[in-house]
């Protein structure tokens, strides 16, 4: 076998190289960054598609009054059952599957960047040297694997512009079709996309040949899978697009958001400034300029960055901000700043071997080995943070650590019947999803309900009951002649209550 011969002759050898590399870094993130970063990575996904499944779950109001689509919660709910008639079980090891399984769209979309860089005009090797620092990025590979509608729409962006890229290249309607049915589940993941759907709309209208029919095919297209969505609202709310409905007007007519904190219009760029190696976010920049600057000759790069960049936009333009809500503008600096090196070496790369060598390994030094990136602390790490959140839990400590783990050794207890986490608000916790057990879960932060709590645990006398105090707080002790210590995990200790006395 003329491996030679295969990498020249066929694109597949390099994509799927790539691809596999991407998987391999997202499931280490799957397995090590466990904390979510913010409660709808648990309440808005996870859980109410682990009840779907399971029958258990936490019900937040989004999903009692419908301001959610089902969409995104039907899929992970298939990828529990898939789990489940494999036989995983274990309550860890189930959702570190759901992050796998995220990390394969997250693997493809990377893979498409070298298909795209390919089609900016790049030789193959440049493709995929270039590529390969997306493929390992620290911060790329986190935003994978978190459950956030978010970060699970991000790929179906990715490949919306590459089926459009395809469509400027050889004018097949076909390729149109499965860029707005990409664009479309983008937005039936999260509705926010289709901020960046008119941007792609626009984009071809900007660089197709035939620019009115390909915008209008795109747009019409795109509406069609927009009232997919309202269908989808009549079986699981209703009401045709009943969820769209109900979340603008709670968010936007209401303003209900901006209770949650109102940001500077430029707070995005500050965090984009902040969080990324200054190489990297000035290369994105001047890839953009160059990209305006000679636009006849960059339609793909028109293609790619404005869509995004629209997106950016709209959301600077929305008082309530928080960095995940722009996660895919941060690919695309990543997608930018690549581009630019590999500009630089087809252009002044005199002994082009070595150069493509060098600025690749210093491309992934300035996105990966920056040591202020933003998101360092939770790498290989299960702590959230709750700096952001201002809820009832205010004042509580904004650190907590092992919650997930400690919630999963709870489910393992073959003899429990119910359970208790206490020092923590059920907001910041992994809910049923990582409890994973048919028996209840209480859980509570308030010094005065935790005794009371614990005052009727320990007057049921019921068998089976266990609770986990996060270490630290002093009421184990008060009720130590009733506890019987099973371990120390080092954030909570786990308690059996005793019956016996």
Known sequence: ??????????????????????????????????????????????????????????????????????????????AYKILDIIGVEDPLSINIGIKIFLSIFSSLAVSVIYLLFRKHGFPKKEAF?????????????????????????????????????????????????????????????????????????VALFLTAKKRFQSSLIFGFGFLGMVALQGLLDIFTWGSFFKSFITYFDYNVLRGVANKHGISPWYYYLSDIVK????????????????????FKKNRQLILFFFPFLLFFIVHSAIGHKEPRFVFACYFAVFVLSAEFFANLVQKYGKNRKNAVMFLSIFLLFSLDAFPHIKYARLWNHSATSVDNFYGYDRGVEKIFGGVLETEAELGRIADLKRAYLFGIPQIWTGGYAYFHKNA????????????????????????????????????????????????DNGDFTIYKIRVDN
Not at 42 to 53: D, G, N
Not at 165 to 183: G, K, M, P, Q, T
Not at 275 to 294: E, K
Not at 473 to 481: D, L, V
């Open 440 to 487: 209840p879960i209480l859980f509570n932060s308030n010094p005065e309900d935790v005794r009371k709590m614990m005052r009727r645990a320990v007057e049921s006398r019921q068998s089976g009951t266990y609770c986990a105090f996060k270490n630290g707080i002093e009421i184990p002790y008060e009720y130590r002649g009733n506890l019987e210590k099973i371990r």
């Open 275 to 294: 969080t990324f190696h200054p190489v990297t976010w000035i290369s994105a920049v001047l890839m953009m300029i160059i990209g305006v600057v000679n």
């Open 129 to 201: 040297l270039f590529t390969l620092p997306l493929a390992a990025s620290y911060l790329a590979s986190y935003i994978s694997v978190r459950t956030l509608t978010e970060s699970a729409s991000l790929p179906f962006m990715v490949f919306a512009v590459y089926f459009a890229s395809n469509y400027i290249e050889n004018e097949r309607i076909r390729e149109l079709v499965f860029a707005f049915v990409a664009a479309g589940i983008a937005f039936m993941i999260r509705f926010q996309t289709a901020a960046f759907s008119f941007g792609l709309a």
């Open 1 to 78: 076998m003329d491996l030679k011969k295969m990498w020249n002759n066929s694109e597949w050898l390099p994509f799927l190289t790539i691809f596999m590399l991407s998987l391999l870094f997202r499931i280490y993130a799957a397995n090590t960054s466990l904390a979510q970063i913010y409660p709808d990575e648990i309440f808005q996904t996870i859980e109410p598609a682990h009840k779907l499944v399971f029958g258990r779950g936490i019900t937040y109001w989004e999903f009692k009054y419908g301001a959610r689509s089902w969409f995104f919660p039907g899929i992970l709910a298939g």
